[in-house]
T-cell receptor, first 114, second 112 residues
């Protein structure tokens, strides 16, 4: 069965610094990968997705992620964060292994400090 | 605005009661997902429907049931409610089965 591991529960970073949020998945077949963001008291918003093609995907708000099949990773990066990026970030996977259920990781809280 | 509408936004009810949560997907989306989010369990997949048919089932309790109607809106029914059912319940819709989901704002259920 597919699963997602987000290695860091919280990542503190200073404003304008770069950040990487780590995500690893397990699957024996091809997958679709997603990053979602959740601001306080709101629903989840899709940041970016990998369905096929280029392994480097760009999303909204300056975020990007790279699909690495050999390392089964899909890390999220941003070169310079803003205070407004403070939120919970979820990595998710779907695919044949999970009957296309969208399986989420436990989330990483990004805390941007001034 | 994701285009997914959930009602009600807040619900407070007593233990043992039954409630119905409603979800209207984005126009044209055939898939509807239900998730439960709580502090201790995180974001748990409950159930998925595709064009009216149940497609996948997750950690959904027997006291919970769902359906998707011909107009594609979906309802999640929670019965014999317990304190531990207090959580945020999200509905999401997707144009296909691959998982690119658009989430509603959620229904916050409080069982007292």
């Amino acid at each position: 069965a597919q699963s997602v591991t987000q290695l860091d529960s919280q990542v503190p970073v200073f404003e304008e610094a770069p950040v990487e949020l780590r995500c690893n998945y397990s699957s024996s077949v091809s997958v679709y990968l997603f990053w979602y963001v959740q601001y306080p008291n709101q629903g989840l918003q899709l940041l970016l997705k990998y369905l096929s093609g280029s392994t480097l995907v760009k999303g909204i708000n300056g975020f990007e992620a790279e699909f690495n099949k050999s390392q089964t990773s899909f890390h999220l990066r941003k070169p310079s964060v803003h205070i407004s990026d403070t939120a919970e970030y979820f990595c998710a996977v779907s695919g044949e292994d999970s009957s296309y259920k969208l399986i989420f990781g436990s989330g990483t809280r990004l805390l941007v400090r001034p | 605005d994701s285009g997914v509408t959930q009602t009600p936004k807040h619900l407070i009810t007593a233990t043992g009661q039954r409630v119905t949560l409603r979800c209207s997907p984005r126009s044209g989306d055939l898939s509807v997902y239900w998730y439960q989010q709580s502090l201790d369990q995180g974001l748990q997949f409950l159930i998925q429907y595709y064009n009216g048919e149940e497609r996948a089932k997750g950690n959904i309790l027997e006291r919970f049931s769902a359906q998707q109607f011909p107009d594609l809106h979906s309802e999640l029914n929670l019965s014999s409610l317990e304190l531990g059912d207090s959580a945020l319940y999200f509905c999401a819709s997707s144009p296909d089965h691959r998982g690119e989901a658009f989430f509603g704002q959620g229904t916050r259920l409080t069982v007292v």
